[in-house]
């Protein structure tokens, strides 16, 4: 039973006192969980049956199973049950997007831990290959961009985002192996099942995720990553935007500990662009 939809009456069935009960319910959800039937009638002005046939008429077969089904609706956060009202004209998105984005690049650098960025960095250009696990679409996107970062300065790399791959991975990798696992909740127990794998192996592990999580806890490394999301839930979150900022510091330092073999790199893949798409060295390494 979607109780959500039917207090919101989106099919236009509930008579109008059901109409001001539902509305009281919905602005007062905290008050109904832990009010008695007499409270809930008192507030609303109505009588305790006619709250008894209210909460029937719901789907639900008395006040009590109608607050344990109120209480379980907000599992998921009133932002999604009363989201607030986003900004609609191109110019309103443009703005929000455009200042999100540089919120979260603000912080990140307010909370960056260099040390551990140092010594993720120092992990990654002396391993004899890395493996980036990621899953559930934004960590997935994390690990590819990192795979696409590190490939270009002479780094052996591989992005895996597959939960039953990325243990298989685990299970056989060998000595001189680092591995990077991506998780924005930090409650990815499929990453943490690899990790935990990971260590017994003595095979050192990074991670990028929300400290004091599952995730965290298990790495042997944190590049921690704390913020808070917006009310918003129709905008994609920006914290992704702090993620990809930390990645390319990380590249950054990947690079610059060991320059010539980057350079090496980086040169190679440049003169096969100029003399196949480009012409000259004015576009970007990469398309």
Request: glycine share 6%.
């Amino acid at each position: 039973m979607d109780l959500f939809h039917a207090l919101s009456d989106e099919d236009g069935k509930l008579s109008a006192l059901e109409k001001k009960l539902a509305h009281l319910v919905l602005e007062n959800v905290d008050f109904v969980v832990n009010s008695s039937i007499i409270d809930l009638a008192g507030r609303a002005g109505v009588s305790p049956p006619t709250v008894t046939r209210f909460c029937r008429r719901l789907g639900c077969q008395s006040f009590s199973d109608f607050k344990m089904q109120l209480a379980r609706m907000t599992y998921v956060g009133l932002r999604y049950l009363k989201p607030e009202v986003p900004t609609a004209t191109p110019a309103e998105v443009a703005e929000d997007i455009v200042t999100k984005a540089q919120n979260a690049l603000f912080q990140l650098h307010r909370q960056l831990d260099l040390k551990a960025l140092d010594e993720a960095a120092h992990l990654l250009r002396g391993a004899d290959f890395i493996q980036a696990f990621g899953a559930s679409g934004n960590s997935a996107m994390i690990v590819n961009e990192l795979h696409n970062r590190l490939f270009r300065l002479g780094c052996r790399i591989n992005a895996s985002n597959d939960h039953n791959m990325n243990l298989m991975l685990s299970a056989a990798a060998q000595a001189g192996t680092v591995v990077f696992g991506s998780s924005f909740t930090g409650r990815d127990l499929g990453l943490v099942r690899c990790l935990d794998l990971l260590r017994q192996r003595a095979i050192p592990t990074i991670v990028i995720t929300q400290s004091n999580s599952p995730v965290a806890a298990a790495a042997d490394v944190l590049i921690a990553i704390d913020m808070p999301e917006g009310k918003n839930i129709f905008r994609p979150t920006s914290t992704r935007f702090a993620y990809l900022g930390a990645i390319d510091i990380l590249a950054n330092l990947v690079a610059y500990a060991d320059r010539n073999k980057a350079l090496k790199a980086l040169r190679g893949i440049k003169e096969e662009l100029v003399r196949h798409r480009d012409g000259d060295d004015r576009q970007l390494l990469g398309d």
